[in-house]
């Protein structure tokens, strides 16, 4: 019986090893969006346009709008899909601010993993 608790654990720690030390791979999360707005925690780095942001809502077309409240201000940022630049207010989203993403469809949005730089 011990030998075998010492052979997993052995394994354990020869894969947490790996892991630790492997090569760091760009990784993405994918995550579900129900018709209407939902509310997202970005994992882009700051600054990110947020043409990029809304350019990662799949699928096409099924992006309205993305609003962020900004509390110190008492007030909601928004872009408008399709809208001139001009219109739009919100140019940019924080890593790991949250945005208000809406939508007309059931659709998808993908992002850099929670571990990527930023």
Do not use: H
Request: glycine fraction near 12%.
């Amino acid at each position: 019986m011990k030998r075998w608790l010492w052979l997993s654990g052995f394994v354990a720690a020869a894969l947490l090893l790996v892991t630790a030390l492997g090569p760091r791979t760009a990784s993405a999360r994918t995550r579900d969006l129900v018709v209407g707005c939902n509310p997202e925690t970005m994992t882009y780095a700051d600054g990110t346009a947020i043409t990029e942001v809304a350019s990662s809502v799949a699928p096409a077309g099924s992006l309205k709008t993305i609003w962020q409240f900004v509390p110190a201000e008492g007030r909601w940022l928004g872009y408008m899909a399709g809208a001139p630049a001009e219109v739009s207010d919100l140019q940019t989203a924080e890593r790991l601010g949250v945005l208000f993403i809406c939508v007309s469809q059931v659709a998808t949005i993908t992002m850099p993993d929670i571990g990527g730089g930023g």
